[in-house]
Structure formats: C-alpha cells, structure tokens
C-alpha cells in the first residue's frame, strides 16, 4: 500500500488544487479552492470555456459595467465548485472576497449570495463550505452563518487564538496553515529547514487538535499549505488534511510506512487549560504573537492581489 492510501486510513484527504485532472487522479474527498489557485487555473487554456460561461451568464444590461464584472466573479467560482462537485464524493470549498475580511455584515451577505447560486443549480449546501479569513469580523460572520446551515470553512489561521475562537463558535471547520508558519520560522531563525518533528506548524496544529479533543469540539480540522510530505505524515490522524498534486504524487510514488501522530484518546487525559477568549483577549492574544499577526495580514494581501488580477482578466474579456 502506497503511503498515501496509508494516509487516508486515518486522515479524510482533501485536494488543495482548482485542477480538474489532478482530483480525478488522486481522488479525495474533498477539494478546497481559493483565489489563488481559481486565478491560476483561470489562466489555463483549458479552463478558458468556464470562464466564457460565468461571463454569459453574468450580462445583464441593467447592471453596471462593475456590477457584471462582480458577478462573472462570482459565478466563476461556482463554476469552478460545480465541476469539483461532479468528481469529489463530499464537498468544496468556496472563499469569500478576501478584501472583507474586516467586515462582517459584507461576509454574510457574500457568502448568501454564493449559497443561494449553487442553490439556484441544484447543489445542496451540505456539500459547501465557505470560506472565511479567520479575523475577528470573520468568525462572528461564521457564527451567523453556520446558524443558517451554511457551512464555513475559516482559513487563514495561524494561532491558537484563532483556532479556539473559531470552536467557541461553532464553525464546521478550520484550515491552520502549516507551511506559511513554517516559512515564518525559517525566516526569523535564519535557517534553511527545520525537521519536521519540530515543524512550527506541525506543532501548532497538534496543540489545536489536542485542545480541541481534549474539550470535545467539534469543529474539524485541516491542516493545509503544506511545504513537504514530512510535514503531512506527522499530522497523519488529523481530521483532515489539503494537499496539492505534486505533493499528493509524491506521496503516491512512497511506500513509507505510517503510524497515527494525533490520537484523539491521548488527548482527552492531557492537563489543558480552557480559555473562552472575547475580542478583547482575542486582538491581544494575535497581536503578541508576531508571527501569526504578519501572516494573516500578508495571507489576505496575497489572496486580494490575485482576486484583483482575476478581475482584470475577467473586465478584459468582457470588454
């Protein structure tokens, strides 16, 4: 047995790609998209008929010009989730504009919006996440939400903090960036790798899933950007876990022998202490650690560059 159907004996694995081909190979269970990745699959000769479609579907004479531009946004990444859909057995994950991060009421409105468009082509919402940058505004919009049964999905999360926050209100689940702490940590202590038994963001998410285990919440979590397979083997055990394709091949093209790194049971008899932070504590707790601070504020920048550039190719087909 390959190392990565060891890996999906205890860990439900999720595809980290907007590429069609590549979930076909590797069949998860789930796919994530973002705007990252929807702009580079975008870019892709072969993707170019969803995006003509998104934008016939999205005239509308009596919009403005920006208004259709807004749309055919929107309806790209429902095209896009519709066709994961057609391959995925569980669901996708669709984000919101990372420029509302900061806003909670503009979060609801956009996410009902994405909702109600995969309503409108017969897709059930169990089988949608949404996601949402895990700031503060973007939890409390999660909180709402997931009280209407739209299911959210919090990215961007990069601290304990965050992480609890999220359990407290009852999100579906959350997607702790492994690999951007990763780089954070190589970066400040000036070195080249750190071994993966001692990962930052390794341990970060074990430190999660023990608090989370060990206080019976029930929101999941995905570990996710991901920089190597040393990485994902020692969270085997975590609920889920986002992977791109070349990672996905190299795992594929292993036959490393896995054990389970998270134990739900081991958690449950460690000393942990409960904490239910409010947005006092919440914006104190982030702003002491640096690291989780300057990569949630660079992950939002980088996500509303590309959803910017995006656009750009978009309003120029249009025109």
Same mark, same amino acid.
């Given at each position: 047995?390959?190392?990565?159907?060891?890996?999906?004996?205890?860990?439900?694995?999720?595809?980290?790609?907007?590429?069609?081909?590549?979930?076909?190979?590797?069949?998860?269970?789930?796919? /994530?998209?973002?705007? &990252?990745?929807?702009?580079?699959? *975008?870019?892709? #000769?072969?993707?170019?008929? !969803? @995006?003509?479609?998104?934008?016939?579907?999205?005239?509308?004479?009596?919009?403005?010009?920006?208004?259709?531009?807004?749309?055919?946004?929107?309806?790209?990444?429902?095209?896009?989730?519709?066709?994961?859909?057609?391959?995925?057995?569980?669901?996708?994950?669709?984000?919101?504009?990372?420029?509302?991060?900061?806003?909670?009421?503009?979060?609801?409105?956009?996410?009902?919006?994405?909702?109600?468009?995969?309503?409108?082509?017969?897709?059930?919402?169990?089988?949608?996440?949404?996601?949402?940058?895990?700031?503060?505004?973007?939890?409390?919009?999660?909180?709402?939400?997931?009280?209407?049964?739209?299911?959210?999905?919090? /990215?961007?999360?990069? &601290?304990?903090?965050?992480?609890? *926050?999220?359990? #407290?209100?009852?999100?579906? !689940? @959350?997607?702790?960036?492994?690999?951007?702490?990763?780089?954070?940590?190589?970066?400040?202590?000036?070195?080249?790798?750190?071994?993966?038994?001692?990962?930052?963001?390794?341990?970060?998410?074990?430190?999660?899933?023990?608090?989370?285990?060990?206080?019976?919440?029930?929101?999941?979590?995905?570990?996710?950007?991901?920089?190597?397979?040393?990485?994902?083997?020692?969270?085997?055990?975590?609920?889920?876990?986002?992977?791109?394709?070349?990672?996905?091949?190299?795992?594929?093209?292993?036959?490393?022998?896995?054990?389970?790194?998270?134990?739900?049971?081991?958690?449950?008899?460690?000393?942990?202490?409960?904490?239910?932070?409010?947005?006092?504590?919440?914006?104190?707790?982030?702003?002491?650690?640096?690291?989780?601070?300057?990569? !949630?504020?660079?992950?939002?920048?980088?996500?509303?560059?590309?959803?910017?550039?995006?656009?750009?190719?978009?309003?120029?087909?249009?025109?």
């Amino acid at each position: 047995m390959n190392t990565l159907d060891q890996l999906k004996q205890y860990t439900t694995v999720v595809a980290d790609t907007g590429d069609f081909n590549s979930i076909l190979e590797y069949k998860p269970q789930d796919a /994530t998209t973002n705007p &990252s990745l929807i702009f580079q699959a *975008a870019s892709d #000769e072969k993707y170019q008929s !969803l @995006i003509h479609r998104a934008i016939e579907k999205s005239k509308d004479a009596s919009l403005s010009f920006d208004q259709q531009i807004e749309a055919a946004m929107e309806r790209l990444s429902i095209e896009f989730g519709l066709e994961i859909l057609k391959i995925v057995p569980g669901r996708v994950s669709t984000e919101v504009d990372a420029n509302l991060s900061f806003d909670r009421d503009a979060t609801l409105s956009k996410a009902r919006k994405l909702i109600a468009l995969y309503e409108a082509e017969g897709c059930s919402r169990e089988r949608i996440l949404i996601k949402v940058a895990a700031t503060w505004e973007g939890i409390r919009a999660a909180e709402i939400l997931e009280k209407e049964n739209i299911r959210t999905n919090l /990215t961007l999360l990069f &601290s304990q903090v965050q992480a609890i *926050a999220c359990a #407290e209100a009852g999100v579906q !689940l @959350i997607s702790p960036f492994v690999g951007r702490i990763l780089d954070w940590h190589k970066k400040d202590q000036g070195v080249d790798q750190i071994p993966a038994q001692q990962d930052p963001g390794v341990l970060s998410v074990h430190s999660i899933f023990n608090y989370y285990k060990k206080f019976d919440y029930k929101t999941e979590i995905m570990g996710a950007s991901f920089r190597n397979t040393g990485e994902i083997l020692e969270l085997a055990g975590c609920d889920l876990l986002t992977i791109s394709p070349s990672l996905l091949k190299e795992l594929q093209s292993s036959e490393t022998v896995i054990t389970p790194k998270l134990i739900s049971e081991e958690a449950q008899s460690m000393t942990i202490e409960q904490i239910s932070p409010d947005e006092k504590m919440f914006r104190w707790m982030l702003n002491e650690d640096a690291m989780a601070t300057e990569k !949630l504020s660079e992950g939002i920048r980088k996500f509303n560059a590309d959803r910017l550039k995006l656009e750009k190719l978009i309003a120029k087909l249009m025109a």
